[in-house]
């Protein structure tokens, strides 16, 4: 994790001062998620047997199985397990809209307190939040935002991380040469910001690069092996890949190992997570951007907990609150910063 020295020690400090200064400043704005609120004694729709439980209902709707969205869950659990008067289960999304849908209309014929979702499309899921909403349920979204305004949304900030992203990668690769973009699926908020910024940022920092190619992955390691050796077949010279999340990016470190790349190709993924982290301690994956995920899915519960047990109503907001966690790009000079707690 490290070498314990002065330097590393100091540079350790600086890391996690930036992330509590990011966290105060998240606070900050989860202030203000409150601010224009109005309780349920208004009148604003909360039934009043849920203003007056001694239990809440809460359930967090996942995209699929992942180690984000577990991060999430855990980090959730941790706030919302010591209060004792909350109900709170992680549900399936299945990858499937349809099986979203079915789970939201579930939780508001149950009559819950607040829902967690990660849209697996921000369109589509829109009308299962604005029915949410008519029942006087708060949704608060993670990581993958929807077009539909809701209580709250909780991310790092996908758009300039990928800017940073584009810069440390064109860094590493001098500036030059052709690179490729494993992507997610269209339909996906996040996946436009991630991929506009690093677009954007390749064309602010090093012009010499060229995106020769930008294909769907589906955010799977298998696929993005694939993915990625078809297109080194048509680009033979190709210089670095940039995976939209840290399992496409790995699924490109092991065409590289297979293919004898390592150290030649410049591989950068998006999330953070522990595997990642360890890829790039080991000199494979070059670098990603880095979130603490188990704090996004703590405040999303703080939030979550003022909401129900202050009766707040969903339609209480004159609009919806936007709550960005700090990052970091993380390399081979600063990933041991990042502590065995952080770690997700």
Do not use: C
């Not at 869950?73 to 709170?88: A, T």
């Not at 499937?96 to 149950?110: G, P």
């Not at 819950?112 to 369109?123: C, T």
């Not at 890829?279 to 907990?305: C, F, K, M, N, P």
Request: hydrophobic fraction near 45%; proline fraction near 3%.
């Amino acid at each position: 994790m490290g070498v314990n020295d002065d330097k590393t020690a100091g540079g350790r400090r600086d890391f996690l001062k930036t992330t509590v200064l990011g966290a105060a400043a998240v606070a900050g704005a989860a202030g203000g998620l409150f601010s224009g609120a109005q309780t349920a004694g208004t009148g604003l729709g909360v039934p009043a047997a849920r203003a007056q439980a001694t239990r809440y209902r809460m359930a967090f709707i996942q995209w699929q199985p992942h180690t984000v969205p577990a991060a999430w869950s855990k980090g959730i659990e941790e706030v919302l397990g010591p209060q004792q008067v909350v109900d709170y289960e992680l549900l399936d999304g299945q990858n499937k809209v349809e099986v979203q849908a079915s789970l939201m209309d579930t939780l508001i014929n149950q009559g819950a307190s607040v829902i967690f979702l990660q849209p697996i499309d921000s369109v589509a899921l829109a009308p299962s939040i604005a029915k949410a909403k008519r029942a006087g349920i708060s949704v608060i979204t993670l990581n993958i935002d929807a077009t539909e305004p809701h209580a709250a949304h909780v991310e790092m900030n996908h758009y300039y991380g990928a800017m940073d992203i584009a810069k440390a990668m064109g860094d590493a690769m001098g500036g030059k040469g052709k690179v490729a973009i494993l992507n997610a699926p269209p339909g996906i908020i996040i996946r436009d910001q991630r991929t506009n910024g690093f677009v954007d940022g390749l064309k602010k920092h090093h012009p010499g690069i060229e995106v020769v190619a930008d294909q769907v992955a589906d955010w799977d390691r298998k696929k993005a092996q694939d993915v990625l050796a078809t297109i080194l077949a048509a680009h033979p010279d190709l210089g670095g890949a940039y995976g939209v999340n840290d399992s496409m990016a790995l699924g490109a470190v092991d065409v590289a190992k297979e293919k004898g790349l390592i150290g030649k190709m410049v591989i950068f993924g998006n999330d953070g997570e522990v595997a990642a982290l360890e890829s790039i301690e080991a000199g494979e994956l070059t670098g990603t951007q880095y979130t603490d995920v188990y704090q996004q899915g703590r405040l999303a519960a703080a939030a979550a907990t003022v909401l129900a047990t202050g009766g707040v109503a969903a339609s209480a907001f004159g609009q919806q609150a936007h709550l960005l966690m700090p990052y970091v790009i993380a390399t081979k000079e600063n990933v041991g910063m990042i502590q065995d707690s952080q770690r997700w």
